[in-house]
């Protein structure tokens, strides 16, 4: 069955074609500058048509779907209530899900008769309990606004969680796993006997670990005073926290780590001190996940730094284990989100 996987953003579309059930990449490519002045492409449907011409034989679709809130614990097949429930999300997750509706809309009306699933970025999270998702903030606000920690990246946790039993030849319900999704977004998830139980990301991913641009975890309160000081709207200071803080503000360089690891390699002192920050952030995620889950089986480390950065790597570990009786392994898995999504929806559709 080929299967085409969509990543549709607000101005891009990722797709890949797999064979299934061979996991045979057969085609792959991206459609850019989606509703921008003077593009070719004047929305998602005008770059999916393209996309479309491009590949042959589709069969089934699966979609990536950033936000799924409470309303989706796992892949689903499209139809109008699952819009209607992505519809539901946008609230909550602005920037992506109108985006990634549009690529299900746009798909709908050029494939008809074809299969579509949906796969949601915070799906894997949903089995994190209460004690962890709920925030120290009045109950209502959980239960009228939807305010809670819905953590991200969940494809990436899930896929390399898998791979991670298929290597170690062990059950995932018999493994105690963090793994470590460390790209220009960055999170850390514990998972016990396959599940989350934890992850970095909250509400929005701006929560946990300092990332490229994001700051990760910091006071609350600073976010009023810094507003009130410098005289910010919510927008600009949305923006600060998103898109000027993290790796990039700290080092007031680049959020490339590859920059930042040359810089700091040739004395420059603040490239250090936010490679410093970044690494001393995850060590105490680490920690905090070893006692949430009591104990470790393997510690995995993924996506562009995760991948690469081996001096990153052993700067995380350096010592950590030394406190607990059996060190646990520790291993690099490339992620593949957009196998994990075509897996998810061959078996979406097998069973329908
Ligand atoms: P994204 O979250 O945008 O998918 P990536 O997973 O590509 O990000 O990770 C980007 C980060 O990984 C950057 O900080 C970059 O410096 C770092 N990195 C290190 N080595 C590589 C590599 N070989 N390819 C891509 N990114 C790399």
């Given at each position: 069955?080929?299967?085409?996987?969509?990543?549709?953003?607000?101005?891009?579309?990722?797709?890949?074609?797999?064979?299934?059930?061979?996991?045979?990449?057969?085609?792959?490519?991206?459609?850019?500058?989606?509703?921008?002045?003077?593009?070719?492409?004047?929305?998602?449907?005008?770059?999916?048509?393209?996309?479309?011409?491009?590949?042959?034989?589709?069969?089934?679709?699966?979609?990536?779907?950033?936000?799924?809130?409470?309303?989706?614990?796992?892949?689903?097949?499209?139809?109008?209530?699952?819009?209607?429930?992505?519809?539901?999300?946008?609230?909550?997750?602005?920037?992506?899900?109108?985006?990634?509706?549009?690529?299900?809309?746009?798909?709908?009306?050029?494939?008809?008769?074809?299969?579509?699933?949906?796969?949601?970025?915070?799906?894997?999270?949903?089995?994190?309990?209460?004690?962890?998702?709920?925030?120290?903030?009045?109950?209502?606000?959980?239960?009228?606004?939807?305010?809670?920690?819905?953590?991200?990246?969940?494809?990436?946790?899930?896929?390399?969680?898998?791979?991670?039993?298929?290597?170690?030849?062990?059950?995932?319900?018999?493994?105690?796993?963090?793994?470590?999704?460390?790209?220009?977004?960055?999170?850390?998830?514990?998972?016990?006997?396959?599940?989350?139980?934890?992850?970095?990301?909250?509400?929005?991913?701006?929560?946990?670990?300092?990332?490229?641009?994001?700051?990760?975890?910091?006071?609350?309160?600073?976010?009023?005073?810094?507003?009130?000081?410098?005289?910010?709207?919510?927008?600009?200071?949305?923006?600060?926290?998103?898109?000027?803080?993290?790796?990039?503000?700290?080092?007031?360089?680049?959020?490339?780590?590859?920059?930042?690891?040359?810089?700091?390699?040739?004395?420059?002192?603040?490239?250090?001190?936010?490679?410093?920050?970044?690494?001393?952030r995850i060590r105490k995620y680490i920690g905090a996940y070893l006692l949430a889950l009591g104990g470790l089986d393997a510690l995995i480390f993924t996506a562009g730094?995760?991948?690469?950065?081996?001096?990153?790597?052993?700067?995380?570990?350096?010592?950590?284990?030394?406190?607990?009786?059996?060190?646990?392994?520790?291993?690099?898995?490339?992620?593949?989100?957009?196998?994990?999504?075509?897996?998810?929806?061959?078996?979406?559709?097998?069973?329908?």
């Amino acid at each position: 069955m080929k299967i085409l996987v969509i990543n549709s953003g607000s101005s891009s579309i990722k797709f890949k074609l797999f064979q299934m059930p061979e996991e045979r990449l057969v085609a792959k490519g991206l459609i850019e500058h989606i509703g921008e002045v003077g593009s070719r492409f004047p929305d998602h449907y005008s770059g999916l048509k393209v996309i479309l011409d491009k590949v042959d034989g589709v069969q089934a679709v699966g979609h990536r779907v950033v936000h799924g809130a409470e309303e989706f614990k796992k892949p689903v097949v499209v139809d109008r209530g699952v819009i209607r429930g992505i519809k539901k999300c946008c609230d909550i997750a602005p920037l992506h899900n109108p985006a990634n509706l549009s690529g299900i809309l746009a798909c709908q009306k050029l494939l008809p008769r074809i299969k579509q699933a949906a796969i949601f970025d915070t799906a894997f999270h949903q089995s994190i309990p209460a004690q962890a998702y709920i925030y120290g903030l009045p109950y209502d606000y959980y239960r009228r606004q939807r305010i809670r920690k819905y953590g991200f990246h969940g494809t990436s946790h899930h896929y390399v969680a898998l791979e991670a039993g298929r290597i170690l030849r062990k059950p995932l319900n018999k493994l105690k796993l963090v793994t470590c999704h460390l790209g220009n977004g960055c999170s850390i998830t514990a998972i016990d006997k396959g599940r989350s139980i934890d992850t970095s990301m909250g509400f929005t991913p701006l929560e946990g670990l300092v990332m490229g641009t994001r700051c990760g975890d910091i006071d609350p309160a600073l976010v009023t005073h810094i507003m009130r000081k410098k005289k910010f709207d919510i927008k600009l200071m949305e923006s600060i926290l998103n898109k000027e803080s993290g790796l990039k503000g700290i080092s007031g360089i680049s959020n490339d780590m590859r920059v930042l690891e040359s810089r700091a390699k040739s004395g420059n002192k603040r490239s250090r001190l936010a490679i410093d920050i970044f690494v001393y952030r995850i060590r105490k995620y680490i920690g905090a996940y070893l006692l949430a889950l009591g104990g470790l089986d393997a510690l995995i480390f993924t996506a562009g730094i995760g991948e690469n950065q081996a001096d990153i790597r052993k700067r995380i570990c350096k010592g950590l284990f030394t406190c607990v009786k059996q060190p646990p392994k520790v291993m690099v898995i490339p992620t593949n989100e957009e196998l994990m999504i075509a897996r998810q929806t061959y078996k979406l559709i097998k069973e329908k």
